[in-house]
């Protein structure tokens, strides 16, 4: 016996999916510019966060516009977490690489 899913089941499922893509297609990016495998750097650590945070404000703005507004506040708030984290990443680096 088959049972199928409402739209909304299919919408929450779809959108894990979508966002455990978006993760990692982040790093897989970051492993192709800095190489699979090894630990990750404070650079590599700046570089997938500044990725993240561009993924996630795309998300925030368009559950702005036509989304829930938990869905939104969520993506609002992971945006200040993840400014915090890069922050904090940013105060490790060396004067001359934090400008770059």
């Given at each position: 016996?088959?049972?199928?899913?409402?739209?909304?089941?299919?919408?929450?499922?779809?959108?894990?999916?979508?966002?455990?893509?978006?993760t990692l297609a982040t790093r897989l990016l970051?492993?192709?510019?800095?190489?699979?495998?090894?630990?990750?750097?404070?650079?590599?650590?700046?570089?997938?966060?500044?990725?993240?945070?561009?993924?996630?404000?795309?998300?925030?703005?368009?559950?702005?516009?036509?989304?829930?507004?938990?869905?939104?506040?969520?993506a609002y708030f992971l945006i200040e977490a993840?400014?915090?984290?890069?922050?904090?990443?940013?105060?490790?680096?060396?004067?001359?690489?934090?400008?770059?």
């Open positions: 016996m088959t049972i199928k899913a409402t739209t909304k089941e299919q919408g929450r499922r779809s959108g894990r999916l979508q966002a455990a893509g978006r970051v492993d192709a510019w800095f190489g699979a495998g090894a630990p990750m750097t404070i650079q590599q650590d700046i570089a997938a966060l500044r990725i993240r945070i561009g993924e996630v404000q795309a998300a925030c703005d368009a559950w702005r516009v036509a989304g829930p507004k938990e869905k939104y506040l969520e993840l400014t915090l984290q890069l922050d904090e990443c940013l105060k490790h680096l060396p004067d001359e690489l934090a400008t770059s």
